[in-house]
C-alpha cells in the first residue's frame, strides 16, 4: 500500500515537470505588475518558468525601435539569462536558460512578411492580437547535493516594475506562495 503511494507520488511528480516543460500549466492573464514562477522538483534537478508580462521586465511591451529601447531590451536579456544571479540556489549549477518572447517572436515575422504572405496562424496571432507581449523563461538547475529547502530570488532587485509574483512549488507536495518587495525567498520542500 505504502509503496503504491509512493509509486503515485513519483509518476505524478514526473507528469507535472513535464507539464511544466511543454507549458501546459494554466498561465494566468497578462496585468502589469504581476508575474508567475512554476518550480518543479524532481531529484536533483529543478526546473523554473518564470512568466511576465514585458511591461514589469523593460518598462514598454512593442517592438524596440529607438536606440534607446533596444539598449533596454539587449540589458533585460542578459539580466533574464543570468538565472543564477536571480535564484540564489546555493550548491545548485545553472545548466539552461531559455528566452521566449511575443517580441522576439514579432521581430521574426516582420523580417518576413514583405516576402511572404501566409504566416502561420499562431505568428500572425502575437504579432496583431493586441498591444500586450509576454516573457517566458526557463531555466534548469542541476544540484549534486540535493535541493536546498528556500531559494532567494532577486527579481524585484532586478526589475523594478514588478510588483508580485505568484508562486507554484512541485515538488514531494505542491507549495503556493507570492512574492513582493518585502517576501523574496521561496520555500522548495
Ligand atoms: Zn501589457
Redesign the pocket.
Known amino acids: 500500500m505504502r509503496q503504491q503511494t509512493l509509486l503515485a507520488l513519483s509518476m505524478c511528480v514526473l507528469g507535472m515537470n513535464s507539464a511544466l516543460a511543454e507549458g501546459f500549466i494554466e498561465h494566468k492573464q497578462?496585468?502589469?505588475g504581476q508575474a508567475q514562477l512554476n518550480i518543479a522538483i524532481e531529484k536533483n534537478e529543478i526546473e523554473v518558468e518564470f512568466l511576465s508580462?514585458?511591461?514589469n521586465l523593460l518598462g514598454f511591451?512593442y517592438k524596440p525601435s529607438s536606440t534607446e529601447d533596444k539598449r533596454q531590451f539587449v540589458k533585460t536579456l542578459t539580466t533574464l539569462r543570468k538565472g543564477e544571479e536571480l535564484f540564489l540556489l546555493k550548491s545548485c549549477q545553472l545548466k539552461e536558460s531559455d528566452i521566449h518572447s511575443t517580441l522576439i517572436e514579432t521581430a521574426h515575422v516582420d523580417d518576413h512578411s514583405s516576402h511572404k504572405r501566409d504566416v502561420s496562424e499562431h505568428d500572425h496571432d502575437s504579432a496583431h492580437k493586441d498591444?500586450?507581449?509576454?516573457f517566458s523563461v526557463h531555466y534548469h538547475f542541476h544540484c549534486p547535493d540535493g535541493v536546498p529547502d528556500r531559494v532567494q530570488t532577486d527579481l524585484f532587485m532586478e526589475f523594478s516594475g514588478l510588483e508580485s509574483v505568484a508562486v507554484t512549488v512541485l515538488g514531494e507536495k505542491q507549495i503556493r506562495s507570492t512574492l513582493n518587495r518585502k517576501k523574496n525567498v521561496i520555500n522548495l520542500l
Not at 498591444?131 to 509576454?134: A, E
Open positions: 497578462h496585468q502589469h508580462p514585458a511591461m511591451e498591444n500586450h507581449s509576454d
